[in-house]
């Protein structure tokens, strides 16, 4: 059999990934996933399932969703990606990762189909993350859409609900021009008779959905129709959020462990979600939803979303890596006292690197680095594009020479800010000990 490490190594280099090479690693249907799942016994037929798409915010809510059914006392399992650090993060059961053994006997039983099915990296370890939840007996996994949802690999799942947290400016080679189309690709998660929450309302593509819904006979939610932002504030590291939910007139307020802005979108959408649940008779009551948000990453090791690795000076993670998560971590930006802003930035090549560039603040030193993958725009092309929207800086071969530059020019009131990408965030040392800390 083979060990951990062999069985690693092997599903890094003999299986198509997305993080290596791109769109070459997309498979347009599920015929893969639907082949070795029939081979494994059908696993995603054993547990119950809850679909969460979306361009931004499918992470977090995900994480908080499973942080909630776990405080509830389900055994709830979680497959996101892409991972920060270890592969192993891809697949939890309660928090936990998916033990090592399990990966090698799961990794020596399928290869020899590797040849015959070809499957893609995403499409093993979506298997894998199936036939793990079956193997433990979750009462529910909570399942994140790997790229839009129609053709994605997750979508042979027949969920308890589907979740889509909203749709915006990513992957365009793959999805589409324009809203709608992108809108399209990811309301293929939604099902016959299966209710869906939308996380936003966005009115040009809100006819794209209700079509959607009415084609397979199901209901609709928007979320932001049934639960309105009162008020927020930042308190001892927490962002307090009032909500006023429609259908009662007392407005309740979370502590959220996590502090981003934008985090106040991702509670509404989860908020709906649990409304649907609990509607089709799960057991989760207000305080479990309060306890849960108030703790996502101790529960779920949730990391790279507006994160704190260090004070005087702050140096902040953030996995934003599109149009709109940019947007999301400028309106960050304008309610975070600091002196100076030190932004570390890394893109991948598909990305529409202008969009972003085009809404950086002029007054950052910037510092242009890259991950350590092929898929990574070289930093100095990366400072090209920037130039032309007058950003300037150095660039550096990768994210800790880059980050130990800014903390040597950084004042204790300044921000360090590392942004760009998932892969970027992954590799800053800061964040991995903090990771390994928290397992």
Same mark, same amino acid.
């Given at each position: 059999?083979?060990?951990?490490?062999?069985?690693?190594?092997?599903?890094?280099?003999?299986?198509?990934?997305?993080?290596?090479?791109?769109?070459?690693?997309?498979?347009?249907?599920?015929?893969?996933?639907?082949?070795?799942?029939?081979?494994?016994?059908?696993?995603?037929?054993?547990?119950?399932?809850?679909?969460?798409?979306?361009?931004?915010?499918?992470?977090?809510?995900?994480?908080?969703?499973?942080?909630?059914?776990?405080?509830?006392?389900?055994?709830?399992?979680?497959?996101?990606?892409?991972?920060?650090?270890?592969?192993?993060?891809?697949?939890?059961?309660?928090?936990? @990762?998916? $033990?090592?053994?399990? /990966?090698?006997?799961? +990794?020596? =039983?399928?290869?020899?189909?590797?040849? %015959?099915? #070809?499957?893609?990296?995403?499409?093993?370890?979506?298997?894998?993350?199936?036939?793990?939840?079956?193997?433990?007996?979750?009462?529910?996994?909570?399942?994140?859409?790997?790229?839009?949802?129609?053709?994605?690999?997750?979508?042979?799942?027949?969920?308890?609900?589907?979740?889509?947290?909203?749709?915006?400016?990513?992957?365009?080679?793959?999805?589409?021009?324009?809203?709608?189309?992108?809108?399209?690709?990811?309301?293929?998660?939604? @099902?016959? $008779?299966?209710?869906? /929450?939308?996380?936003? +309302?966005? =009115?040009?593509?809100?006819?794209?959905? %209700?079509? #959607?819904?009415?084609?397979?006979?199901?209901?609709?939610?928007?979320?932001?129709?049934?639960?309105?932002?009162?008020?927020?504030?930042?308190?001892?590291?927490?962002?307090?959020?009032?909500?006023?939910?429609?259908?009662?007139?007392?407005?309740?307020?979370?502590?959220?462990?996590?502090?981003?802005?934008?985090?106040?979108?991702?509670?509404?959408?989860?908020?709906?979600?649990?409304?649907?649940?609990?509607?089709?008779?799960?057991?989760?009551?207000?305080?479990?939803?309060?306890?849960?948000?108030?703790?996502?990453?101790?529960?779920?090791?949730?990391?790279?979303?507006?994160?704190?690795?260090?004070?005087?000076?702050?140096?902040?993670?953030?996995?934003?890596?599109?149009?709109?998560?940019?947007?999301?971590?400028?309106?960050?930006?304008?309610?975070?006292?600091?002196?100076?802003?030190?932004?570390?930035?890394?893109?991948?090549?598909?990305?529409?690197?202008?969009?972003?560039?085009?809404?950086?603040?002029?007054?950052?030193?910037?510092?242009?680095?890259?991950?350590?993958?092929?898929?990574?725009?070289?930093?100095?092309?990366?400072?090209?594009?920037?130039?032309?929207?007058?950003?300037?800086?150095?660039?550096?071969?990768?994210?800790?020479?880059?980050?130990?530059?800014?903390?040597?020019?950084?004042?204790?009131?300044?921000?360090?800010?590392?942004?760009?990408?998932?892969?970027?965030?992954?590799?800053?040392?800061?964040?991995?000990?903090?990771?390994?800390?928290?397992?």
């Amino acid at each position: 059999m083979l060990n951990y490490t062999e069985s690693i190594e092997l599903l890094f280099s003999k299986l198509p990934m997305f993080n290596r090479v791109g769109a070459a690693a997309i498979k347009k249907n599920i015929d893969n996933t639907l082949a070795l799942c029939e081979r494994l016994g059908n696993p995603h037929h054993q547990f119950k399932t809850i679909h969460i798409a979306g361009t931004n915010g499918k992470g977090s809510a995900s994480h908080t969703l499973a942080a909630i059914l776990q405080t509830a006392g389900y055994k709830t399992g979680l497959y996101t990606s892409p991972h920060l650090f270890d592969f192993r993060e891809r697949m939890r059961v309660n928090g936990e @990762k998916i $033990n090592k053994d399990f /990966v090698s006997a799961f +990794t020596t =039983k399928t290869a020899p189909w590797f040849d %015959e099915i #070809e499957p893609s990296f995403f499409e093993i370890t979506v298997a894998m993350a199936f036939d793990y939840f079956a193997n433990q007996k979750v009462d529910i996994a909570v399942i994140e859409v790997g790229l839009g949802g129609r053709t994605d690999s997750t979508n042979i799942i027949s969920p308890e609900l589907s979740v889509i947290t909203n749709i915006g400016w990513d992957h365009m080679n793959l999805l589409g021009n324009t809203l709608p189309e992108i809108a399209w690709e990811k309301a293929g998660i939604i @099902k016959s $008779n299966i209710p869906v /929450v939308i996380g936003e +309302t966005q =009115k040009e593509i809100v006819n794209v959905f %209700e079509e #959607e819904a009415k084609m397979v006979n199901t209901s609709l939610f928007f979320a932001d129709n049934f639960h309105k932002i009162k008020n927020y504030d930042f308190i001892e590291n927490h962002l307090q959020v009032e909500i006023e939910s429609y259908n009662n007139p007392t407005t309740k307020v979370y502590n959220l462990e996590l502090t981003g802005l934008y985090q106040q979108k991702n509670l509404i959408t989860v908020l709906e979600a649990v409304n649907q649940l609990q509607s089709k008779g799960w057991d989760i009551t207000d305080e479990h939803v309060s306890i849960a948000v108030n703790q996502v990453r101790k529960i779920t090791r949730f990391h790279g979303r507006w994160e704190l690795l260090q004070s005087n000076p702050r140096v902040i993670v953030d996995v934003g890596h599109n149009e709109d998560g940019f947007k999301q971590i400028l309106q960050q930006l304008a309610v975070t006292r600091f002196k100076q802003l030190h932004l570390i930035i890394g893109m991948v090549k598909d990305k529409d690197v202008d969009r972003v560039m085009a809404l950086l603040p002029e007054n950052a030193q910037f510092y242009f680095t890259r991950a350590d993958i092929p898929r990574a725009m070289p930093e100095t092309d990366l400072a090209e594009i920037a130039s032309k929207y007058q950003h300037f800086g150095k660039c550096f071969a990768n994210v800790n020479i880059a980050l130990n530059e800014a903390l040597n020019n950084a004042n204790p009131d300044d921000l360090i800010l590392i942004c760009g990408s998932v892969f970027l965030a992954g590799e800053v040392k800061l964040l991995q000990d903090k990771m390994k800390d928290n397992q």
